[in-house]
Each structure stands twice: as structure tokens, then as C-alpha cells.
């Protein structure tokens, strides 16, 4: 057998490549030509003028890939970034609104109080299961499902800017706003950016990182070599689940400066994060790199409607045509427990 | 109690408990074979697309209940075979499949119809109404079954067939041996692959007409997510009622007529946004009550 | 001369590179009982789901009572008249006896399943045989003789001529064995034909017509078990004299190292998984831990390694309580633990061999400290374990999938003798491993023991329990019977233990 017979494209490739061609059939169908479109995409996406934007959308994204990563590393699933993700959020707004601080500190503190939030919500999920047996899976999403509900109401009635007829809270103080970078892009991006290095550090050589590798591969082996399983799992929801409030709270006091009801959900960055962690199998640098690429496609996809009128829904279809693909053709997925 | 549950109110818990039912019939199905499907949600959605397509373009609710149908089986081959001759693992295939709805009805939503969120349109024929004068004196249940389409009867019709089928034919004592040990119903010539992949087929079908239902049983529109968690809801009954099609449909009795209420309760200032999280809150307690504590043993 | 019942001439089959049969050939003619032996891998299991119809051969002829046949799926080979009863068992748990008789073969009236006649077909089955079984008893709550049964009726009902037992033997007392044997030679004497496959000699030699040993895929020898020892089975099937019986000197028990004192573990709504059991081990003794498999050993070993908190009763080990601890806290309280099931549970299959060999030792200096993996050092310890006890691997950075199943037991085996543990716990040691390999660990076992550790050894293998054994407990429904010294523990003294049958007379 020839070198260059055993010389296989990666999978990813192969999934991308499936995926362009699908994409380029539905561009076809709906009149429009699927060069420009793609074309469109790769600009609006990586063009030196567009990559704030692409930054600025890479940073939820990416954290979002961090917080489902943590627990797939360890074979476990939290479906409840979205809830996480918003009480992060609406504690950031509310910290920031109610503890006059100055400055930097003012910010910190909201980011640290919406960090410990999400993971105190998420870890709720592990105790679920841990107490009651019912699996990660489903507390996760059905607690994620209440929390979205609940800090919907509080936004919409007594926690309302009265002053504005939207459903928001009001506008965050100056001094807890993160401080902007270039364009869109704030400190937040830094934030993340230090949490991404973390994440790859302890994974790679921490003892814990170590232990939750192991337990992704066999629970039972890992339990059985004295790891404390059910401490663990805590430990790592709820670093999933602080990610995912960390996140919340930056796009609030980044971005947006005040709480406004289902904005944090609309772009979707907790699916296309988890997406992204289950192409690499919860591999931190693997997540991360799919993570980016996702945002620089979502990104796009926003130019692409612009210049092209195709609709930047395309780039979501392209993301799950390369899930499935993945996960048909190579085992994509599949977890110890 | 009655000008608590008034007839209004019983006709509408019952209407939207047949997309949720219909699904968890579905889910049921696949679960009892070995399948877990997460996708309902999703083929629930291209379900109710399809439906719409086909009703504006043939003018006639039953050609949109049959593209459903057949839309629906369609989107089910990845997860039919996804999860068994590829060997997939089930839940990213499920993840992926609700996404691949979600983008793809909105994407042909634009494509198709030139609009964006929400599509309704007077040539969209909807699904008609069987009424039933005599029910209308039969106080709450009576009510609530005087003016249903016949996806609605349908549904309860299927719920004792599908049981009937689980518990009492041969296909499926094959189909529970199937989703209990594959290897030993391998061993005794049945077909393992074979009876995967019709069971989840045919269970999509099941999820067609619930997104039939959806779209063409109340007011004729198509929104983007329109399904907002039903599919969801069905997932969680089917676990409640531990993949009896029975209990099941008892679960999403139950979440039907909580709904009913919470909409009840709103009319008197409850905001609909903790009503509408009752079903997640009723179910998670419930989960938590009926397991009992896990054991000192160590589990994964 | 009649025409063989069953012959398989020249099968061929190949995974990939591996040979698994080798032009083997079988004979076996009607209403005879014949033995299949062979060591793990040496094809044995191949050949019988080739004869079943659940894989096809690369090459080679079936022919049944002369005439050829092909088998698509096992459904072809049951329709042909055979019938196989697995090791490990293919029954519906949830499902009544009745239903699992019958699935895929149900009786039909209009559309639905005919639940009377399948019932009566069931049980005038079981009455014809000898084979008692309650037809609306769900399979999870038997025992698992009965089981077995159940299995038998499986191929009864499909009217199998020829019956292949794998292993059948294995999770039996030696009172059920016997009762397996009566039922064997009557359906031989029905004129079914019976294909045995096994690795236990003294079965053999028991109640088989002719043997036929398979040895590295091929067959190497063929002999009427009347005209021929143990010793000559043995020659064939390893290529060499083996000595079963291991040279170890008399054990000198000092200091006591574990003690289980009113051990309970509970199970809803029944009796307890383990009850009340009392013992303990010494330093410097081997204690064998005998018994039919599902007595409690199971529940009794998660206890002592902790695994599982019991409802009653203490553990001791070093003279320390243990009480409500974690598996860290048994080991850090000095135990060590070779699971039975070293894929599932002894290692991390989808790690490399550092990673692997490093379990148990990760928040220690020197692989890690302050919470700080060491690499290096975790890299140097896995080599040092693979070439202390002799792992056959490519380097410390291979998969441990790559690992074949004795040099993955030997790697669980040298990671946990690492540990210079007070106390061993080895469970199953030498399951489905191969001689030479098993051979090793039981050295390594007695080594341990004379280091002047506590050895206790959970084990279904009599022979094992006998050949390396000081004292034998046997333990049945939970409690343990006896405490029998190694000069009066012999197969028949234990075998009655084992029923539940305490020895008097």
C-alpha cells in the first residue's frame, strides 16, 4: 500500500467540504448564486475591516464552547447552557445596578457574582442526578427551560426599566461597563480569552484535568481508581455553568449595557458551542478551533444576507450538516457513560 | 369547577395536547427499541413546514398532511440510519437534526416564500373540524372533544393501537426484546437493524401528523420554531411514563390540562412566563420524587 | 457406516490479519456428546457461531447429515436444526419465560400474539425434558440453573437436532452441573446430537463420547475420551506439559490486615445481597472466597473496596475502621483492587498505557505535585511496570486497546501490585487469559502473599481457589458457610458448601 494511499483527508475536512456542497444546492434553489455567496462569507468574515465583528461574536461563542467542553471532557452533557447563560446575565445587570462601586471594581465584581451564579445553577443539575438519579441530560435542560422563564418574568415586571416600554432592566452604570477594545470588541474578549487559556492548561496538566480526561473515557475506571465521581461532577458543572454566566454578564456589560429579554438566546451561541465542543469530543484546543470557526461562518452569514440576500440561516444549516455528518460517518460522539 | 374549566378552555387543552401526544407516541416507540430520540422537536418542525407547503400548494389540508407525513419519514432516515447501520451516537444525531430543522424551514421559509418569522396566506386550507353535537352536553371531557380535527381523534385512537401492538402482537414483543438486548434477539433471527430503523421511520410519521396539527389544526400559519418546546415536552412524558404509551399519554394529559390552567390563572394576572415553565417544574419534581435516592454506590 | 449427524470440512475464517480457524475439520455423528476444547483463542468460539449461522466462513463446507448447507443468519442455521445455548446468556430480563421461549417463533392468532397456546407449548416442552420451569416467571428473578433451562427450552422449541453448549458449565454449582448432565444424556439418548464446548477436563472426561481440541486455530487432535487422560487433553491443547498445581510453601499469617465483621447490604424488598458476613485475613495468607457466581461476592467486594457503603456491619482494614469512606479512602487505608471486569472497570481502554498505569497514584508526588501532573515521571513509571512484569506492548504511549486481554490483565495486575498494598483484593484474577499469562499472576499472587501481604482471592474457578488457596471461605446467599484450611478443601467438600449444603453427615 502506497503512502499516498493511506493518506486520508481529516474527517472535519471531508464533513466541511459535504457540507459546502449541500449548501451550495440550497443557495442554487432559492435563485442565487453560491460562489458570490461563500465568497460573501469568507469576506464578511475574516476581511481586516469585518474581524472586530467576527471577534466580537467569537467571544460568546467561544465561551459558550468552553462551558459545554468542560463537562463532555468528562462524558457528561449540560444542555442547560442557555439557562446558565441568562441568570449570568441578568445577576451581572443586577450586581452592577445595585453595588455602587467604582470603576473596574464595579465590573469585577458583577462578572464574579454572575460567574458564581451560572455555576451554582448548573451544578444544581449535577446534584439532581446525584440525589435523585435524574440524568444530566434532562435536569439540565428542563432546569435551563425554568430559569429562562423565570428571568424573563423578573425582567419584564420588577426588575423593568419603566422608563422604556421594552422588556429590560435599566441601563448599567458607566463604571461597570467593560472598557472597548477596537470596534465592537471589549475587555470581555480578554476575559474570555484568559479562560480559554486556563481551560487548555488544566486540562493538560492538571491532576484534575487528568482525572476528568479518564472519567470521559471510563467512568467506572475512574471511580474505581478512587476519583470522587460525584464531586467531580459537581465540579465540573459547575465550571461549565460559570463559564456560561461569565459569558451572560459580559454581553450585558459589554455590549448591550442593560438586560434585555431573549437577546442573550437570539444568536444561538450556546448550540452552536455545544456543537462545536462535541465535534472535538470536549478537547479543549479542538472545541476552541471550531468554536472560532463557527463564529467566523455565523459572521459571515450576516454579510453574506447583506450583499447576497441569502439568508444567513444557510451558515446554521451548514454547522448541523457537519455534526451529522460526523457523527454518522465517524462514531462523533460517543461517550463513556 | 365548571366555569373554571369552561368548554372553550377544554377544546383548547385538548387541541394543543395532540401535537405533544402524538410525539411522545413516537417517542415511546423509538425508546421501547432501542433509540433514543431527542429529535422530536425538530421533526415535529419540518412536519409542520411541510404541512404548510403542501396545503398552500395544492389548496387542500389533506395533501398537507400527507407531505408532512412524508417530509417528516424523510428527516427521519438520519436518524434511522444514523443511529444504526452507521452506528452514531444517538443524542449528537438528535442535536444535530433539531438544528438542521430550525435553520433549514427558516432558511426555505425566505427561499420559498419571500417572508421571514411568520408565514400565513389565505390559499392555506387548514385541517376542518368533526363536530360532535352530543359531546357538547358531556360536561370537561365532553367539551373538550366536541370540535376536534380528526388528527385529534386520531391520536387517542393511536394511543391504543400502539399499546395494543407493544403488549399484544408478536411485532412487538419483537420490537421491546429489540430495545432490551439486541444480541439476544440477533441470536434468534430478528432482524435488528430492520426493525430499528421501520420503528423510527414510522414513528416520524406519527411526528408528521403532529406537526400537521400544529400548523393546519388551529390557525393556518407557519412560524419560525413555532414548535417553542413541544417536542421537548414529549421527550420528558415519555420519560415520565417510562416508555409505557399509556402513562405517557397520561403525562401529557397532565401537562395539557396544567397548561389549561396556567392560561386560566393568567386571565386572573398570572404572567404567562411562570405559567409557561410549569411543565419543566412539574416534571422535574415528579423525576425527583419517583427516583428514589441513588444508591452508595459510586455512579458514573 | 451411518452418516455424521454434523460435518464441518476445511472452515476458513479470517478477521483481518488474524487466523481465527485454520482448515478445521468436525465430525460428530448422531446422539453423541462431543467435547470442543481449546484455550481462549484458540478458536473454539469462531468455529461454534460459524456452525450457528451468525457469521459465514471465508472458506470450507457444512454438511448436515450429508447434505451441504449455507447459512445466511442464525435463522437458516435454526431452521436447519440447530440450536445454541451462549455462555453469557440472550435472554430478555424484563420478559416472562414464555415470552423468551418463543420470541421471533410466536404462535399467532389473528394478529396477536397467542399467549395460551404458547404457554401450553411451553410447558408440555419443559415436562418432556426434565427441564422445570414456571412459564409466567420473568426471567430476572431466577436463579441461574433455571436460566439456563430457559436457554435449553430456546432450542427445544425450535426443534434443534443439534445442540452447542458454550461453556455451559461455568456459573454452575457442581450439584447443578450434574443435573445438566442428566439432561444431556437424555436428549442424547433422544437421539439429539450435543456439541460441548470447554475448557474443564473433568467434564470431559465425565460425559463425552469423543473430544476434539482446537489449538492456535487449528485442529490437532481427535480422540474417543475413553481411550484417552487429562494429561494427553492437556499436551494438546497447550503444546506442553502443564502443571496445574503451583510450588508454594506453607503460609505463615501474622498481624490481621482485613476484617469484615456483620457485613449487610441490603436490596429492596428481599433478601440481603450480603448477610451478616463475618471473616478476616491475615498478613502473609492467600484466603480463596468461593462460590457460585450472584451469592454476594459481587456487593461484599464493592464494600471492601468501597465502592458501595453497606447498610450494617464494619470493615477494618490495618486494624483501621473504614466506615463511611470512598474507594480513596479504602486505598489510602491501604487495599489494593484487581476488578474482575478489566475492561469495563481496570483500565481506560481509549488511554494510553502512562495514563493507565498512573490511576491511583495521580495525587501523589512523584507523578504530580500540588495538583501539578509530572509527565515525565508518569512516563518513566509506566515503563518501569511494563518491563517489571513483562508487558507485551509498543511503548508506554500505545493505547491500552492495543493490549491483548492477558497483557491487559497484566497491566491492571502490575498497576495494582504497585501500590505495595497491606491488602489485596483480586477478583477473578485470570479470567478468559491465557495460560502463560495466567501462570504469571498466579506466581505474583504467592509472591505478594509471602512479602507478607493479605491476599484475598474472589474466584468462580475451583481450581484456581484450590491451587492457590490457604483457607477457603465459601460464601452462598450472602453469608459465608465455612471457613475450610486448605488440607480439607477439596472439589466435593466445597462444591457442597457452594449449594448450601453445610458438611454433615
Redesign the interface.
Known amino acids: 500500500m502506497s503512502a499516498v494511499g493511506r493518506l486520508r483527508p481529516p474527517p472535519a475536512l471531508v464533513a466541511i467540504v459535504f457540507a459546502v456542497l449541500v449548501g451550495g444546492a ?1 443557495v442554487l ?3 442565487a448564486n453560491p460562489i458570490q455567496a461563500y465568497a460573501a462569507i469568507v469576506g464578511g468574515a475574516l476581511a481586516p475591516d469585518n474581524l472586530p465583528n467576527t471577534l466580537n461574536w467569537a467571544t460568546p461563542l467561544v465561551g459558550m464552547t468552553l462551558a459545554a467542553a468542560i463537562p463532555l471532557r468528562g ?1 457528561m ?1 449540560n444542555l442547560g447552557g442557555d439557562g446558565q447563560m441568562v441568570v449570568g446575565g441578568l445577576v451581572g445587570a443586577t450586581a452592577s445596578l445595585l453595588l455602587p462601586a467604582p470603576g473596574p471594581l464595579a465590573a469585577t465584581l458583577a462578572l464574579i457574582a454572575a460567574t458564581v451564579a451560572g455555576g451554582l445553577y448548573a451544578a444544581l443539575a449535577a446534584w ?7 440524568p444530566m ?3 439540565s ?3 435551563s ?2 430559569a ?3 428571568v ?2 423578573l425582567v ?2 420588577p426588575l423593568r426599566d419603566t422608563t422604556t416600554g421594552l422588556p429590560q432592566t435599566a441601563l448599567v452604570p458607566v463604571a461597570a461597563r467593560l472598557p472597548t477594545l477596537v470596534g465592537p470588541v471589549n475587555a470581555g474578549m480578554l476575559v474570555i480569552a484568559a479562560v480559554a487559556a486556563l481551560v487548555i492548561v488544566i486540562d493538560r ?7 476528568l ?3 470521559g ?14 464531586q467531580q461532577a459537581l465540579g465540573a458543572m459547575f465550571a461549565s455553568g460559570a463559564i456560561a454566566g461569565l459569558v451572560g454578564a459580559i454581553v450585558v456589560l459589554g455590549g448591550q449595557f442593560r438586560f434585555i429579554d431573549g437577546a442573550l438566546l437570539t444568536p444561538a451561541y450556546t ?1 452552536s458551542g ?2 462545536a465542543a ?1 465535534l472535538a469530543g470536549g478537547e479543549p484546543v479542538g472545541a476552541i478551533a471550531a468554536g472560532l470557526f463557527f463564529a467566523a461562518l455565523q459572521t459571515g452569514g450576516f454579510a453574506m444576507q447583506r450583499e447576497t440576500s441569502v ?1 444567513r ?2 451558515t ?2 451548514l ?3 457537519v ?2 455528518f460526523l ?3 465517524h ?7 | 369547577m365548571t366555569d373554571f374549566l369552561t368548554p372553550f378552555l377544554m377544546q383548547s387543552a385538548v387541541q394543543a395536547i395532540t401535537p405533544i401526544l402524538l410525539a411522545s407516541l413516537a417517542g415511546v416507540l423509538c425508546g421501547r427499541v432501542g433509540v433514543f430520540n431527542m429529535a422530536l422537536e425538530g421533526q415535529m418542525l419540518i412536519g409542520a413546514f411541510a404541512a404548510v407547503v403542501g396545503s398552500y400548494f395544492a389548496h387542500s389540508a389533506a395533501v398537507g398532511v400527507l407531505a408532512a407525513i412524508a417530509a417528516t419519514i424523510a428527516f427521519s432516515l438520519i436518524l434511522a440510519y444514523g443511529a444504526t447501520v452507521f452506528r452514531g451516537d444517538a443524542v449528537v444525531i438528535c442535536i444535530g437534526m433539531n438544528l438542521l430543522a430550525s435553520g433549514l424551514t427558516a432558511y426555505l421559509l425566505r427561499a420559498m416564500f419571500d417572508v421571514s418569522g411568520t408565514f400565513s396566506d389565505p390559499s392555506l386550507v387548514g385541517l376542518s373540524r368533526i363536530r360532535v353535537p352530543v359531546l357538547q352536553a358531556i360536561p370537561i371531557l365532553g367539551w373538550g372533544f366536541a370540535r376536534q380535527t380528526a388528527i385529534t381523534w386520531g391520536a387517542w385512537v393511536l394511543v391504543v393501537i400502539v399499546t395494543l401492538l407493544l403488549f399484544k402482537t408478536p411485532t412487538g414483543l419483537r420490537l421491546r426484546g429489540v430495545g432490551e438486548e439486541a444480541d439476544a434477539a440477533e441470536t434468534l433471527g430478528v432482524d435488528v437493524r430492520r426493525y430499528r430503523v421501520v420503528t423510527v421511520l414510522a414513528s416520524g410519521a406519527l411526528v408528521g401528523l403532529a406537526g400537521a396539527q400544529l400548523s393546519l389544526g388551529a390557525v393556518t400559519v407557519f412560524a419560525e420554531d413555532m414548535t417553542a418546546g413541544r417536542g421537548w415536552i414529549a421527550v420528558v412524558a415519555v420519560m415520565l411514563g417510562r416508555g409505557h404509551p399509556v402513562y405517557s399519554a397520561a403525562a401529557c394529559a397532565l401537562f395539557g390540562f396544567a397548561d389549561a390552567v396556567g392560561l386560566r390563572l393568567q386571565g386572573q394576572g398570572l404572567p404567562n412566563q411562570l405559567t409557561d415553565i410549569a411543565p419543566y417544574v412539574v416534571t422535574l419534581a415528579a423525576l425527583a420524587l419517583s427516583h428514589r435516592r441513588a444508591r452508595a454506590a459510586v455512579s458514573a | 457406516m451411518a452418516i455424521p449427524e454434523l460435518e464441518a470440512i476445511g472452515i476458513v475464517k479470517r478477521y483481518g490479519a488474524v487466523l481465527a480457524n485454520d482448515h478445521v475439520d468436525l465430525s460428530v455423528d448422531s446422539g453423541e456428546i462431543h467435547a470442543v476444547m481449546g484455550e481462549n483463542g484458540a478458536g473454539k468460539s469462531t468455529l461454534m457461531s460459524i456452525l450457528y449461522g451468525l457469521q459465514p466462513p471465508d472458506e470450507g463446507r457444512i454438511l448436515l447429515r450429508g447434505v451441504e448447507m449455507r447459512f445466511g443468519s442464525a435463522l437458516d442455521a435454526i431452521a436447519a436444526g440447530m440450536g445454541m445455548v451462549h455462555q453469557a446468556f440472550k435472554l430478555f430480563a424484563s420478559l416472562t419465560v414464555w415470552e423468551n421461549i418463543v420470541f421471533g417463533a410466536e404462535p399467532v392468532r389473528t394478529v396477536f400474539t397467542d399467549r395460551g397456546k404458547a404457554r401450553r407449548e411451553v410447558a408440555e416442552l419443559a415436562e418432556r425434558h426434565g427441564l422445570g420451569v414456571d412459564p409466567d416467571a420473568k426471567v430476572w428473578a431466577l436463579s441461574v440453573g433455571v436460566r439456563q433451562r430457559v436457554e435449553i427450552l430456546k432450542a427445544l422449541y425450535r426443534r434443534a437436532r443439534i445442540l452447542i453448549l458454550d461453556e455451559p458449565t461455568a456459573v454452575l454449582t457442581p450439584q447443578e452441573r450434574d443435573g445438566l448432565f442428566a439432561v444431556m444424556r437424555r436428549l442424547a439418548a433422544d437421539g439429539r446430537t450435543i456439541l460441548f464446548v470447554t475448557h474443564k477436563l473433568n467434564e470431559v472426561m465425565a460425559i463425552t463420547d469423543r473430544v476434539t481440541v482446537l489449538r492456535d486455530a487449528k485442529v490437532v487432535a481427535r480422540m474417543k475420551t475413553r481411550e484417552t487422560t487429562v494429561g494427553e487433553i492437556i499436551r494438546a491443547m497447550t503444546g506442553r506439559n502443564v502443571d496445574l498445581q503451583i510450588e508454594r510453601g506453607a503460609a505463615a499469617p501474622g498481624a490481621l490486615k482485613l476484617e469484615v465483621e456483620g457485613l449487610t447490604i441490603g436490596s429492596p424488598g428481599g433478601r440481603p445481597l450480603v448477610d451478616g458476613a463475618v471473616f478476616a485475613v491475615r498478613a502473609g495468607e492467600i484466603v480463596g472466597l468461593a462460590g457460585v457466581a450472584g451469592n454476594g461476592q459481587n456487593e461484599l467486594v464493592e464494600a471492601l473496596v468501597g465502592l458501595r457503603r453497606p447498610d450494617a456491619g464494619e470493615v477494618r482494614i490495618a486494624g483501621a475502621s473504614v466506615g463511611e469512606a470512598d474507594v480513596a479512602g479504602h486505598r489510602a487505608a491501604g487495599l489494593a483492587y484487581i476488578p474482575e471486569d478489566r475492561a469495563s472497570v481496570g483500565a481506560a481502554l481509549g488511554a494510553d498505557a502512562a495514563d493507565n498505569f498512573a490511576m491511583g497514584f495521580q495525587r501523589d508526588p512523584p507523578l504530580s505535585r500540588s495538583g501539578w501532573l509530572d509527565p515525565g515521571a508518569m512516563a518513566a513509571r509506566a515503563r518501569a511496570l511494563i518491563d517489571k512484569f513483562g508487558v507485551r506492548i509498543a511503548s508506554e504511549h500505545a493505547p491500552a486497546s492495543s493490549l491483548s486481554g492477558g497483557n491487559l490483565q497484566k497491566m491492571v495486575v502490575a498497576r495494582e501490585l504497585s501500590h505495595a498494598a497491606p491488602v489485596l483484593v483480586a477478583e477473578q484474577p485470570t479470567r478468559g487469559v491465557d495460560i502463560g499469562a495466567t501462570e504469571f499472576i498466579h506466581g505474583q499472587l504467592v509472591a505478594e502473599r509471602d512479602m507478607g501481604h493479605a491476599v484475598l482471592l474472589v474466584s468462580a474457578e475451583l481450581s484456581e481457589i484450590l491451587a492457590l488457596s490457604d483457607r477457603v471461605l465459601v460464601m452462598y446467599e450472602g453469608r459465608i458457610l465455612a471457613d475450610v484450611p486448605r488440607a480439607q478443601a477439596s472439589e466435593e467438600a466445597l462444591g457442597l458448601l457452594m449449594a448450601g449444603r453445610t458438611a454433615i453427615s
Not at chain 1, 439532581?128 to 435524574?134: E, H, T
Not at chain 1, 496538566?205 to 482525572?211: H, K
Not at chain 1, 473515557?217 to 460525584?230: E, I, K, P, S, T
Not at chain 1, 462514531?331 to 457513560?337: A, E, P, Q
Open positions: 440550497l434553489v432559492s435563485g462524558g452533557i439532581g442526578q446525584i440525589r435523585f438519579a435524574i441530560l434532562i435536569s435542560l428542563l432546569l427551560y425554568t429562562v422563564g423565570i424573563s418574568y419584564r415586571f496538566r492538571a491532576v484534575i484535568g487528568y482525572e480526561r479518564m472519567r473515557l471510563n467512568a467506572r475506571f475512574a471511580g474505581y481508581g478512587g476519583v470522587r465521581l460525584d448550540w455545544l456543537m462535541l439568508p440561516v444557510l446554521l444549516v454547522q448541523a450538516i455534526i451529522l457523527a454518522m460517518r462514531g462523533l460522539g460517543k461517550r463513556s457513560s
